[in-house]
Every structure is written in C-alpha cells, then in structure tokens.
C-alpha cells in the first residue's frame, strides 16, 4: 500500500512541479511574463485546495482507493490539455485540471496511512510517503533536459500524462483495495477543528514548509534566469542537485525524528531553512548556487514530523477532514500565494525582497510552535501527564 501510494503522490507532485523547469520555454513561446506565470501556479493550488475541501463526498461514496484512481486520471486529462493548448487560457482550464485531480489525493492518501501505520512507526512511513513529492521534484529538471529537446514542452507533457494514466490503472489493481471510506466535510464539523489552536499552527507550519519548497521551487527557475541572466539548463541541475540530499536525509528522518522528538524537528528545520531562503535574494555568483542547493535540502525532513502531528488533531474518524482544511490552507499560502507574490516582486525589479520577506513567515511559523506547547508532543509525554 505504501509503494502504490508513493507512486500516486509521485505523479500529483510531478504534474505541478513538471511546469517550473518548463516554464522559461512557455514564456518564450506563448509570452507569458513572470507574474503570469506566479498566476498560473495559483490557479493550481487554487483548484487543489478547493477540491481537497470537498474529496469527503468522493471518499464517502467510493472509497479511499477508487478516489485516488480518480484523481491520477483527471490529472492524465489536465496535463494533455496543457500539452495541445496555444493560448493562456486553455493552459490555465488544464492546470485547473491538474490541481483538482492532485487536491483529491491527500485526504485519502495520508489517511490510508493513520489507519493502517501505529504511531511509533508513523514518522517513519511518512518519511517513505515523501519520498515520492521529493522524488517528483528532483527528476522533474531532468526529465525536461532530457525530452525538452528531442520533444519539446508539449511532448514532455504528452509523456507525462500517458504515464500518469498507467499510474491510475496500477493503483486501480493493487492499491485501491481495503483502502477503508472517507467522512463527508459538515460544517459543524469544520466548526470544531477551526476552533483548535493546533489546526490554524498546522496551517502556518505547512504554508511556511511548501513555501520554502514548493513556492520558492515554482518561480526560482524563471527568476533565476531572468534576474541573474543564468541558462535555464544550469539552473534545472542546481534545483536537481538540491533535491539529492533531502531525498537522502529523508531515508534516515524517522529514526531521527523519533530520537529528538517532532517539535525540536520542526522548530530546528524551519531556523536553517529561513536562513537559506534569506540568502536567495541576497547572495550572487557561486555562494548563490550553493543557497539554491541548499535552501530546501532540511525542509524535507519536516514533513514526516508535521504530517505525523497533525494525525493527532481533532477526533480520529474526522482525519481527512483535517487534512483538507490545513492542507488547503498550506497549498493556498505556500503554492499559490507564495510564487504569486515572488513573481509580482520579481517584475517590479525587487524579487529579492521576497525571499527575506517569505524568510520572516518561517520565523514567524517557530515563534507560534513555541507558544503552542501542545502541538507535536510525544505520545508517550502526554500519556505521562495525564
């Protein structure tokens, strides 16, 4: 189950992350400016979280597994409409598309998770899930410079959404059965999680992470080769590069994670990471290089610590409601905000603002983990106090 659903998040986080390394090639095509295309990732995370919000009735009806076979076929569609569109507009009706297939798997995906992994081993299974995303963002650079070429960005596209498409029909066979049902979202049962402290930390904590990672990995190539005039080529291998090591750290994060305890995790990953993200719109040159290399290596190790933790939010039989609202409001903020307000500020001539800016939500994120001690506590600390 695990393998079948590192396969489906592979493929949601490949579609999206695929249109960053692309995008200095639809700009010269189709003129999109970099606003536009801050806009065009909007539109993405917009659709993700608004379907996420509502994936309960889908789950509720058909199951965990059969909505995530659903959700890989919608992306397939989405990615072969933006592979034939000649315009903004269709290219912005497919990546519609794709976010609304990506924003039906996370409810049931991480859920498939609570429910089938114990607690003590939890970290550590959501440090294999994100190996998939992390995976997704590493290969996506080279698969553009090694198809682009040969194919172009529509191929490349084609390419993707065929194998998406196998994706969906793999899942169908060995990962949609005994996935369990979802919740239906109600609105006095959105009441009560909204109410939590903890929920509205989780959504800063994760709008902070995917911002870091996903927003600054959406606008950076664009910004990169148009700020400080590098080849698009050479700055598809640095972002590849980066993702190397988190890839890596990823594999030893759950014994980690379970030594120093979630909260410490979370806390240390943000520092250095706001750290990095800060040298983006400072550094040049090669120290430059480096920032990129490193700017996202420690956040992926974050995930597992958060994801974990939001486990334990709210009532048990209402997780995937859970999910989709600090979710959403984490796609929103760190995938659709984040690269909009990056892409607007690189037009403007002041891009490098937005790094220290989006550098100074991190920090923020760390101060409300340390006033909220409740959040990511140890299971067994608050078994002991009870």
Same mark, same amino acid.
Not at 232 to 260: D, E, K, M
């Given at each position: 189950?695990?393998?079948?659903?590192?396969?489906a998040?592979?493929? &949601?986080?490949?579609?999206?992350?695929?249109? &960053?390394?692309?995008?200095?090639?639809?700009?010269?095509?189709?003129?999109?400016?970099?606003?536009?295309?801050?806009?065009?990732?909007?539109?993405?995370?917009?659709?993700? +979280?608004?379907?996420?919000?509502?994936?309960?009735?889908?789950?509720?009806?058909?199951?965990?597994?059969?909505?995530? #076979?659903?959700?890989?076929?919608?992306?397939?569609l989405?990615?072969?409409?933006?592979?034939? /569109?000649?315009? #903004?507009?269709p290219?912005?009706?497919?990546m519609?598309?794709?976010?609304?297939g990506?924003?039906?798997?996370?409810?049931?995906?991480?859920?498939?998770?609570?429910?089938?992994?114990?607690?003590?081993?939890?970290?550590?299974? %959501?440090? %294999?899930?994100?190996?998939?995303?992390n995976?997704?963002?590493?290969?996506?650079?080279?698969? #553009?410079?090694?198809? $682009?070429?040969? %194919?172009?960005?529509?191929?490349?596209?084609?390419?993707?959404?065929?194998?998406?498409?196998?994706?969906?029909?793999?899942?169908?066979?060995?990962?949609?059965?005994? &996935?369990?049902?979802?919740?239906?979202?109600?609105?006095?049962?959105?009441?009560?999680?909204?109410?939590?402290?903890t929920?509205?930390?989780?959504?800063?904590?994760? /709008?902070?992470?995917?911002?870091?990672?996903?927003?600054?990995?959406?606008i950076?190539?664009?910004?990169?080769?148009?700020?400080?005039?590098l /080849?698009?080529?050479?700055?598809?291998?640095?972002l590849?590069?980066?993702?190397?090591?988190?890839?890596?750290?990823?594999? !030893?994060?759950?014994p980690?994670?379970?030594?120093? *305890?979630?909260?410490?995790?979370?806390?240390?990953?943000?520092? %250095?990471?706001?750290?990095?993200?800060?040298?983006?719109?400072?550094?040049?040159?090669?120290?430059l290089?480096?920032? #990129?290399?490193?700017?996202?290596?420690?956040?992926?190790?974050?995930?597992p610590?958060?994801?974990?933790?939001?486990?334990?939010?709210? $009532?048990?039989?209402?997780?995937?409601?859970?999910?989709?609202?600090?979710?959403?409001? +984490?796609?929103?903020?760190?995938?659709?905000?984040?690269?909009?307000?990056?892409?607007v500020?690189?037009?403007?001539?002041?891009?490098?603002? *937005?790094?220290?800016?989006?550098?100074?939500?991190?920090?923020?994120?760390?101060?409300?983990?340390?006033?909220t001690?409740?959040?990511?506590r140890?299971? !067994?600390?608050?078994?002991?106090?009870?």
């Amino acid at each position: 189950m695990i393998t079948m659903l590192v396969i489906a998040v592979f493929f &949601s986080m490949a579609s999206r992350t695929i249109f &960053s390394p692309l995008m200095p090639m639809l700009q010269k095509e189709l003129g999109i400016s970099l606003s536009t295309a801050g806009t065009l990732f909007f539109l993405i995370s917009l659709s993700y +979280g608004v379907t996420m919000l509502f994936a309960g009735f889908l789950s509720a009806r058909i199951g965990h597994g059969k909505s995530i #076979v659903a959700a890989l076929a919608a992306i397939s569609l989405g990615l072969l409409l933006t592979a034939i /569109s000649r315009g #903004v507009l269709p290219l912005a009706l497919g990546m519609l598309l794709i976010g609304a297939g990506a924003g039906t798997y996370p409810p049931s995906g991480l859920v498939m998770i609570n429910t089938t992994i114990s607690l003590e081993h939890r970290s550590t299974a %959501f440090s %294999f899930h994100e190996i998939g995303p992390n995976l997704a963002l590493l290969l996506s650079p080279l698969i #553009v410079i090694a198809l $682009e070429p040969w %194919f172009g960005w529509r191929g490349v596209l084609i390419w993707i959404s065929a194998a998406c498409f196998i994706g969906s029909i793999v899942f169908l066979r060995w990962g949609a059965p005994g &996935s369990g049902m979802g919740a239906p979202p109600r609105f006095s049962t959105i009441g009560k999680i909204l109410k939590l402290r903890t929920t509205i930390l989780g959504m800063v904590i994760m /709008s902070a992470a995917l911002s870091g990672q996903q927003g600054v990995y959406a606008i950076l190539p664009a910004y990169l080769v148009t700020e400080h005039g590098l /080849s698009s080529q050479y700055v598809n291998i640095l972002l590849s590069i980066s993702r190397v090591t988190g890839i890596i750290l990823l594999l !030893r994060s759950g014994p980690v994670i379970n030594r120093i *305890g979630r909260r410490t995790t979370i806390f240390v990953v943000f520092f %250095f990471s706001a750290l990095c993200t800060a040298m983006l719109g400072i550094l040049r040159g090669i120290p430059l290089a480096v920032a #990129v290399v490193a700017q996202p290596a420690l956040l992926t190790v974050l995930f597992p610590a958060a994801l974990s933790s939001l486990s334990e939010i709210g $009532e048990e039989q209402y997780q995937n409601i859970t999910y989709a609202l600090i979710i959403t409001i +984490g796609v929103g903020g760190g995938v659709g905000v984040a690269p909009a307000i990056l892409g607007v500020m690189g037009d403007l001539g002041v891009g490098w603002l *937005g790094f220290i800016m989006l550098a100074g939500y991190m920090s923020f994120a760390m101060l409300f983990l340390k006033l909220t001690p409740v959040f990511g506590r140890e299971a !067994r600390s608050r078994e002991s106090q009870q």
